[in-house]
């Protein structure tokens, strides 16, 4: 039972556009919600997050959007840089378990061409 | 630097054999997660110890066992090894045992089991 759903397994976009990568999730209970950046041979860096209470937070060129309705989040990356092409994880936290321990997605890739 | 620790990089071993994964925590964390990542596969919650103590429990095998000791530092034991167990395994940390708040994680160790 797959919890954090990346339906889309890679990306492709030219630099300079937007890249939008997509999260779905099934358990009402998550309640904060992270993005997560990875390199070859290396381990996740985390990217930016996103509390329940909130439909969107910002930082710099990122922007994750929360829509607890339709139980989905987005990554939007504006403007997309070669050094973005990464794999990018999705993942939720269920305050309420009280462990802080995060359900991943499986990944999408994202190549930016120059 | 997540500022993470994990060794060995990569360790190559057989069938049935016995190995023990190290991950020393950031400075002043509490908590210790490990994950283990299959190919083209997601990040898998194993265990989460928290100041010594287990805290929670994902879909880890009873092959596998881990502790976390006095200086924070945790090993995680892989007994009995078979083929499919050859993964990335990755140790993160966070000050947190309880509450949302990002993980940070290491670059991982690449168990190959032959």
């Known amino acids: 039972d797959q919890q954090v759903k990346q339906n889309s397994p890679s990306l492709s976009v030219q630099e300079g556009r937007i890249s939008i990568l997509n999260c779905d999730y099934t358990?009402?209970?998550?309640?904060?919600f992270l993005w997560y950046k990875k390199y070859p041979a290396e381990g996740p860096t985390f990217l930016i997050s996103?509390?329940?209470?909130?439909d969107k937070n910002e930082d710099g060129r990122f922007t994750v959007f929360l829509n607890k309705s339709a139980k989905h989040l987005s990554l939007h990356i504006v403007p997309s840089q070669p050094g973005d092409s990464a794999v990018y994880f999705c993942?939720?936290?269920?305050?309420?378990?009280?462990?802080?321990?995060?359900?991943f997605g499986q990944g999408t890739t994202l190549q930016v061409k120059p | 630097d997540s500022g993470v620790t994990q060794t060995p990089k990569h360790l190559i071993t057989a069938t049935g054999q016995r190995v023990t994964l190290r991950c020393s925590p950031r400075?002043?964390?509490?908590?210790v997660y490990w994950y283990q990542q299959s190919l083209d596969q997601g990040l898998q919650f194993l265990i989460q110890?928290?100041?010594?103590?287990?805290?929670a429990k994902g879909n880890i095998l009873e092959r596998f066992s881990a502790q976390q000791f006095p200086d924070l530092h945790s090993e995680l034991n892989l007994s009995s090894l078979e083929l499919g167990d050859s993964a990335l395994y990755f140790c993160a940390s966070s000050g947190a045992g309880t509450e949302n708040s990002p993980l940070h994680f290491g670059n991982g160790t690449r168990l190959t089991v032959t």
């Open positions: 993942a939720a936290s269920d305050g309420s378990s009280n462990t802080g321990k995060l359900i």
């Open positions: 996103i509390s329940s209470i909130k």
């Open positions: 358990n009402s209970m998550f309640d904060y």
């Open positions: 400075s002043g964390d509490l908590s």
């Open positions: 110890y928290y100041n010594g103590e287990e805290r």
